[in-house]
Nanobody, 123 residues
Framework: VQLQASGGGLVQAGGSLRLSCAAS????????MGWFRQAPGKEREFVAA????????NYADSVKGRFTISRDNAENTMYLQMNSLKPGDTAVYYC?????????????????WGQGTQVTVSS
């Protein structure tokens, strides 16, 4: 499966952005998917994940209550709605997918990755 992330940009603290991840290739709806981010000089970290049905989700503690992950299997697209953004959210955001049946926050289990989209939050 091929993934294409988009929607990043520059926003002031407290603002919002919506990231999209368009998938093509194999049957999108059977994949677990996730968002990860990587700030300069830091390791890639988990942000949020969602199972194929869309009913099971998981979030990093740092984004709970501010970010919402969702997916539209008919449109082969996953989303990350980011509200109340903070300067600490500044990073390149990557979407990822893997064909498995349990939700995961581990970078190493995801086989497919998008190219990343830059999110910059100014103070």
């Amino acid at each position: 499966v091929q993934l294409q992330a988009s929607g990043g940009g520059l926003v002031q603290a407290g603002g919002s952005l919506r990231l999209s991840c368009a998938a093509s290739g194999r049957t999108f709806r059977r994949y677990r998917m996730g968002w990860f981010r990587q700030a300069p000089g830091k390791e890639r970290e988990f942000v949020a994940a969602i199972m194929w049905s869309g009913r099971t989700t998981n979030y990093a503690d740092s984004v709970k209550g501010r970010f919402t992950i969702s997916r539209d299997n008919a449109e082969n697209t996953m989303y990350l709605q980011m509200n109340s953004l903070k300067p600490g959210d500044t990073a390149v955001y990557y979407c990822a997918a893997d064909q498995d049946y349990s939700i995961s926050d581990l970078v190493e289990v995801y086989d497919y990755w998008g190219q990343g989209t830059q999110v910059t939050v100014s103070s």
